[in-house]
Each structure stands twice: as C-alpha cells, then as structure tokens.
C-alpha cells in the first residue's frame, strides 16, 4: 500500500504560480512506476492532469501544456507540479496518483487531495 501526501495548494490571483509536492510512502519502492496528479472542479469531471513514469516520460492535459510542469525525484520518492499562469479554471482539488507497473494511474493510490483556488 502507497501512501501519498500532498502540500503546496492555496489561494493565488490569476496569472500567478504555485508548486505542488506530493510524497509517497513505500516499503517497496518498485510498488510505483507512474505519478501524477488528477484535478476535480465542483460539478465537473475528474481529469487528468500530469503524469510521470519512472524513467521520467511526461503527459500533459492540452489545457495546462507550456503552463504547467511535472517533475519527479525518484530518490525522494517525490513528484512536483510547477503551475505558472495561472488561471481561474484550474481552481481545483489536486490528487496527486501513484501506481505500480502495469497498472493504469487511476486505479491507483490516492492522496486526500490539495484545494488550488485561483481569483480572477
């Protein structure tokens, strides 16, 4: 079982930028092999925002590419999400995802989730 934390949400007015973390604890470290980090809005679907496997192969949701960044430092077994110009739409709860190998992201482990609110 992974567990995973995540920290870095907030208020910030558009255009600004903020960096969620999100920290997995595992005995087994090859229990993980892709990260990411989903997003919820109040009445919308959950989506796919990030991603990053092991050997540091990105994906990205076309609404955040060239605004949004994912990164990943498997020592510290720690995944980041660098978001600059921000924009009110990605007000959020950001999931941050862990799974084994051969297992899709989603039905993975989950964190609790970190609120991103962005004012217009």
């Known amino acids: 079982q992974v567990q995973l934390v995540e920290s870095g949400g907030g208020l910030v007015q558009a255009g600004g930028s903020l960096k969620l973390s999100c920290v997995a604890s595992?005995?087994?470290?090859?229990?993980?092999?892709?990260m990411g980090w989903y997003r919820q809005a109040p009445g919308k679907q959950r989506e796919l925002v990030a991603s990053i496997t092991r050997g540091g192969y990105t994906n990205y949701a076309d609404s955040v590419k060239e605004r949004f960044t994912i990164s990943r430092d498997n020592a510290k077994k720690t995944i980041y999400l660098q978001m600059n110009s921000l924009k009110p739409e990605d007000t959020a709860v950001y999931f941050c995802?862990?799974?084994?190998?051969?297992?899709?992201?989603?039905?993975?482990?989950w964190g609790q989730g970190t609120q991103v609110t962005v004012s217009s």
């Open positions: 595992t005995d087994n470290i090859f229990s993980i092999n892709t």
């Open positions: 995802v862990a799974a084994p190998p051969t297992t899709r992201l989603d039905r993975g482990s």
